[in-house]
């Protein structure tokens, strides 16, 4: 069973994630990021970390996406130019995609970690519900948390100031 | 399930990512690509959390997906301001900070 739900979700994240760039227009994109998330999602319930499973929905697939499906619904169909600045970097990339591909499986599968070749020690239940999260969060890692909402706090200001209608960056186009 | 196929699956979501960013064009789908990257080391994380027997993994996940967010949000702040000001959403020709 879990090893149907695990190639299931396989499946799902590497088709997501090849459509990702194979897709021409970023709109069908953006969706297939989206397939790519669920069914990643799906691959974080199997390893339990069910709180994390449940923010890469609501967090990831839900808000994120949204203002992707926005940004790409408003700048619309950006034709991608055929001319190459590197002479056959069309059939360069994809090679040297699949060698680092090549080299991550060696480093994975040579390295001399005991328990990668086994499922791991059964863990106690609860382990990543949300309370354990939530206790981890406010106890040991509350410096990392206080943080994190400290970048969000500015990125949300940034991005206000970047798209504002007559933002900053207008200003300077004028004066400067 | 051996953690060892999930780390695969990470190496090859990551591949995946880092061909799409060397290929396509389009700001909007080399953030796309980021995305891509970052949940690739998120799986790869949270394969590891549960071998370990400590949660330590998946809260570090979760900052990472924090992270995520505001570098999506201040990127697509970006396009879209490039966008208003008529700049060619091309990141051959995004090379100068002032054009």
């Known amino acids: ?176 | 399930m051996d953690i060892t196929w999930y780390l695969v699956l990470s190496a090859m979501i990551f591949a995946v990512g880092v061909s799409g960013v060397l290929l396509r064009r389009s700001p909007l789908v080399i953030l796309l690509c980021l995305e891509l990257m970052l949940n690739a080391g998120n799986l790869a994380l949270l394969s590891f959390s549960p071998s370990l027997g400590n949660q330590d993994g998946q809260v570090f996940a979760l900052i990472v997906m924090v992270i995520a967010a505001c570098e999506v949000v201040v990127g697509l702040g970006i396009i879209v301001a490039a966008y208003r000001r008529r700049i060619p959403l091309n990141v051959d020709d995004l090379r100068s900070l002032r054009g």
């Open chain 1, 1 to 176: 069973m879990t090893q149907v739900c695990f190639f299931l979700g396989a499946i799902g994240c590497l088709g997501g994630a090849i459509a990702v760039i194979a897709l021409r227009n970023p709109f069908y994109s953006v969706l297939a990021l989206i397939v790519h998330l669920i069914s990643l999602a799906g691959l974080f319930l199997l390893l339990q970390g069910e709180f994390i499973a449940a923010a890469q929905i609501v967090v990831y697939a839900g808000a994120v996406m949204v203002l992707y499906v926005f940004v790409a619904a408003y700048v619309g169909n950006v034709d991608e130019p055929l001319w190459e600045p590197i002479p056959g970097q069309r059939f360069i990339a994809p090679v040297l995609g699949l060698a680092l591909f090549v080299e991550l499986a060696i480093a994975i599968t040579g390295s001399g970690l005991k328990a990668i070749d086994t499922t791991g020690p059964t863990v106690e239940l609860g382990f990543g519900s949300p309370s354990a999260i939530g206790k981890l969060l406010l106890e040991r890692f509350l410096i990392a948390f206080e943080a994190a909402s400290l970048l969000l706090l500015i990125a949300a200001v940034g991005a206000v100031v970047l798209a504002g209608r007559h933002g900053a960056g207008d200003a300077t186009s004028e004066t400067g």
